[in-house]
């Protein structure tokens, strides 16, 4: 059997467009939050989402603790939140936070959703929580901030020709 080469293996998955997404949780009597794109929906009965966390990732620890998440899908143009949670803090945003359910979730994003952890799953160097979907808030906006190849991206046009789209790179981005 053939090994793969982690890096080509990482470049080929990331021609596959996804959301950005900040995973939030609260535990030991802190705020914790992160940057993440492995975020999908599972079931709509009941409601279930699902998010992956690496193993040497300090968020996996505290989820396991607090036994519940939250996830605030970034609009476009939240670049520097994106930026902020995945490692490369900003000491020029302030008040990032609202809250749903008792968990923080980011100001301004298009959806966020509190969840409890209804399963945990070993996978690889990743554990895959599903949660169970408690609330969810919707903003005004509809425009979502992308990844692709590595970058932040934008869908052009959503509103007038949502068969048309052109990635848009904003800002490199690397984790």
């Known amino acids: 059997m053939r090994l793969l080469d982690p890096r080509t293996f990482r ?3 990331g021609v596959f467009a996804t959301g950005v997404n900040v995973i939030t949780t609260h535990s030991d009597g802190h705020d914790h ?4 794109n492995a975020f999908m929906s599972i079931s709509l009965d009941p409601p279930l989402i699902a998010i992956s ?3 040497k990732a300090r968020m996996l620890e505290k989820i396991q ?8 899908v970034l609009a476009c143009g939240m670049d520097s939140v994106a930026w ?7 000491a020029d945003l302030h008040d990032l936070f609202d809250t749903l359910d008792g968990l923080p979730v980011i100001r301004g994003a298009l959806v966020t959703f509190s969840a409890i952890v209804h399963d ?12 169970r979907v408690q609330s969810l808030a919707r903003s005004d906006g509809d425009e979502p901030l992308l990844f ?23 800002t490199e981005f690397m984790w």
């Open 84 to 90: 902020h949670f995945a490692g490369k803090p900003n």
């Open 65 to 72: 603790k607090s036994g519940r998440f939250a996830v605030s």
């Open 53 to 55: 966390i690496a193993e």
């Open 148 to 170: 692709f190849k590595g970058k932040f991206g934008a869908v052009e046009n959503t509103r007038k020709a949502a068969s048309v789209y052109r990635l848009e790179v904003e």
């Open 11 to 13: 470049d080929a998955c």
């Open 33 to 36: 939050g992160m940057t993440a």
């Open 120 to 131: 945990e799953i070993l996978a690889g160097d990743h554990t895959i929580f599903v949660g």
